[in-house]
């Protein structure tokens, strides 16, 4: 079946300017997590989303991070401001529900390039 | 929060040996111990899990054990092939963290044929 799916796949921007990521998750699942990446690092947690709420987000960096999933299935990372340190594969995953009992399945990222 | 630290950064194996790959995790709280393959493009791919309330599970030619007590858990690949090259991530959820996974920083393994 299909997996979870991010657009773009690639993603170049200029300082200071805002940009929107989109992630689909599999069809079903209830539980949605935005995760970055840095070259050479593990995935590191933004936000996790129950449904349609935030049950999570204590990840986001800053204030010019914020992410939607207004009906508990299409969610969308937006970055405003854009800084250079932006700069990393921002990863979409989903889980049939949150919690322990639940695995993570991630997507193929969004390589977001500030310049 | 959860530090977990992962060893060795890189590995490489001749074909048909076995590699392994460790992980130590802070939170005493932590009760689950995910393993991801990564390769070059593509999102991390679940490979294997384990709960606190087990200490070993085995799929084919893959791996994990884990001691509670020491706070720490490993990936045995057994027969290993060249596809099983890519980046390996350990990650732990934490007993009050939600749907939060703590990943480690990876293993390059590279296996030559």
């Known amino acids: 079946g299909a997996g979870v799916s991010q657009t773009p796949s690639n993603k170049v921007t200029e300082k200071g300017k805002y940009v929107e990521l989109r992630c689909d998750p599999i069809?079903?699942?209830?539980?949605l997590y935005w995760y970055r990446q840095s070259l050479g690092q593990g995935p590191e947690f933004l936000i996790y989303f129950q449904g349609t709420g935030a049950a999570d987000d204590s990840g986001l960096p800053n204030d010019r991070f914020f992410a939607v999933r207004p009906e508990g299935s299409v969610s969308t990372l937006k970055i405003q401001r854009t800084e250079r340190g932006d700069s990393a594969v921002y990863l979409c995953?989903?889980?049939?529900?949150?919690?322990?009992?639940?695995?993570?399945?991630f997507g193929n990222g969004t390589r977001l390039t500030v310049t | 929060g959860e530090n977990v630290e992962q060893h060795p950064s890189t590995l490489s194996v001749q074909e048909g040996d076995s590699a392994v790959i460790k992980c130590t995790y802070s939170?005493?709280?932590?009760?689950?111990f995910p393993w991801y393959k990564q390769e070059l493009g593509k999102g991390p791919q679940l490979i294997i899990d384990?709960?606190?309330?087990?200490g070993e599970k085995k799929d084919q030619r893959i791996a994990v054990t884990l001691n509670k007590t020491a706070k720490h858990f490993s990936l045995h690949i057994t027969e290993t092939q060249p596809e099983d090259s890519a980046v390996y991530f350990c990650?732990?959820?934490?007993?009050?963290?939600?749907?939060?996974?703590?990943f480690g920083r990876g293993t390059q393994l590279t296996v030559w044929p």
């Open positions: 995953a989903s889980s049939l529900m949150g919690g322990l009992g639940s695995p993570l399945h």
């Open positions: 384990i709960r606190s309330n087990v």
């Open positions: 990650a732990a959820k934490g007993g009050s963290t939600l749907g939060r996974l703590y």
């Open positions: 939170d005493s709280a932590s009760n689950y």
């Open positions: 069809s079903g699942h209830t539980a």
